[in-house]
């Protein structure tokens, strides 16, 4: 495969960027080779500087629930455009986005946006603490909600990934009101929660964990959490960044039928645009300034743009049979990666919900952070440059999750499962 040009504009990049990314889990570090830079997509195909075709299972980490470049969203974004970008004033887009997510996500009644995930979560906890007035935030070991200080205590995504602990720059401080507790453990919630919560304001977990690679909680656990939440007077809040309007349109919570008090969204509501969101109860979310006290502003947040693309995108979603016929070609694909992996003497699990999943190559049943990490990861670097080489483009992690989209037909699936089999039978013979 050549790859020349990208070759040349990482090495450019690397002397203006720091990593040559701007974001890290892209520079690939962790599945030994150097990144492709992409020039185009549409559907499931994205292509590489070089003219090189890959179908894609990242899908931008998650936007792409409808495939690249989609029409109305294209669309939407063109003719939004025309009439200006920005203003910095309230547009009629953000009212009709706000009403569409709030009727489609069942425990909001009020929504802020913002212009990522990291700042809606961010945001988020700040009110908790605010509202609550208390200052410790309760997340999940591998959980990951963004780079804000708070969250970078044995958080999940990249920080797994380049094997980062925490990171420097982050002061004692802040991270001291973090507590960071296994995931799906219902003895250490409870435990955690009635001995911490004169001090605990909120909890924030991914209702289905996508930063440690896929695990889909038990439903025990996420149900304990909500109760012990409600009765300590406890915040509890759902990253649905990855989740929402993914597993459903009303994401994790209208999937498993639990309604935490705040929801973070993010991804898939911008139709590939930057935008984030913060909501829930109206007797929580009147705090934020202006009608509130809890200080939280942006230049570009509601973004006509980006709100253009969100509601095409949602518009999308909304139709009848979407998320069926998502569910049916996901539930196909990973019935052949099961039968792959169960054909072989590799090591594989598979973690699926919906379109999201993860394969990770390992033994052991992966639900929590500690089994996670007993993953493979230099076999799964082999695997992932076998696919890449094969055009197929994987995560460049174990650790994070496959996406599939609408645009996926039946032959980009099967390209992929080939390509997985040959590639297990080699990893079967090394
Ligand atoms: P952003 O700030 O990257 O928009 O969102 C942060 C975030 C918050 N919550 C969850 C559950 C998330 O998954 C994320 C970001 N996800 C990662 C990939 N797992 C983004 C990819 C990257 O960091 O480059």
């Known amino acids: 495969m050549k790859t020349d040009l990208s070759a040349a504009l990482f090495a ?44 894609d299972f990242v899908c931008s ?19 939004t455009a025309l009439d200006g970008t920005s203003f910095g004033a309230p547009t009629p887009l953000e009212v009709e986005l ?10 909001l009644e009020k929504v802020r946006f913002v212009n990522s995930g990291t700042e809606a979560t961010m945001s988020a ?5 605010g509202y609550t007035g208390r200052n410790v935030v309760v997340k999940f070991d591998g959980c990951y909600h963004g780079h804000a200080d708070s969250f970078l205590v044995k958080a999940g995504s990249g920080v797994i990934t380049l094997g980062i602990p925490g990171s420097p ?17 219902e003895e250490v919630l409870e435990t955690t929660l009635r001995d911490e919560a004169l001090d605990i304001a909120c909890v924030i977990v991914e209702p289905v964990a996508g930063n440690m690679g896929v695990i ?9 959490l909500r109760d012990l939440t409600r009765e300590l007077s406890i915040v509890l809040i759902f990253d649905e960044v990855i989740t929402g309007f993914r597993l459903a349109l009303g994401g994790a919570q209208e999937r498993f039928g639990i309604l935490p008090d705040l929801t973070c969204l993010g991804k898939i509501i911008g139709g590939g645009l930057p935008v984030g969101a913060y909501g829930g109860k109206k007797e929580i979310m009147d705090m934020v300034a202006p009608d509130g006290p809890v200080y939280q502003a942006g230049t570009l947040s509601g973004n006509p743009l980006a709100m253009a693309a969100g509601l095409a995108m949602l518009n999308e979603l909304r139709k009848p049979g979407f998320y069926e016929a998502l569910e049916e070609k996901s539930r196909w694909f990973a019935a052949g990666l099961e039968q792959i992996a169960g054909n072989s003497s590799v090591p594989a699990v598979l973690n699926r919900i919906g379109s999201l999943m993860t394969c990770f190559f390992t033994e052991a049943p992966v639900t929590d952070y500690r089994s996670a990490m007993l993953a493979d990861t230099d076999r799964y670097g082999r695997h992932y440059r076998r696919m890449l080489a094969g055009g197929i483009y994987l995560a460049p992690s174990q650790f994070e999750a496959a996406f599939i989209s609408a645009a996926h037909d039946r032959s980009h699936l099967e390209k992929a499962l080939d390509l997985t089999e040959s590639s297990f039978k080699k990893m079967a013979k090394s």
């Open 61 to 79: 980490w998650g936007p792409m629930i409808l495939g690249h470049a989609h029409p109305a969203v294209v669309e939407a974004i063109r003719e």
């Open 216 to 224: 889909v909680p038990e439903l025990s656990f996420l149900r304990k």
């Open 125 to 129: 906890i700040r009110l908790a603490r």
């Open 12 to 55: 450019q990049a690397k002397a203006v960027i720091p990593g040559g990314v701007d974001s890290p889990v892209r520079a690939c570090k962790a599945v030994g080779c150097d990144p492709l830079f992409l020039k185009k997509a549409k559907g499931a195909v994205v292509v590489d500087v070089d003219g090189n075709e890959f179908v």
């Open 98 to 107: 706000a009403r569409l997510v709030c009727d489609s996500v069942p425990s």
């Open 169 to 185: 720059g982050v002061p004692e401080d802040i991270v001291k009101n973090t507590l960071s507790i296994p995931y799906n453990d």
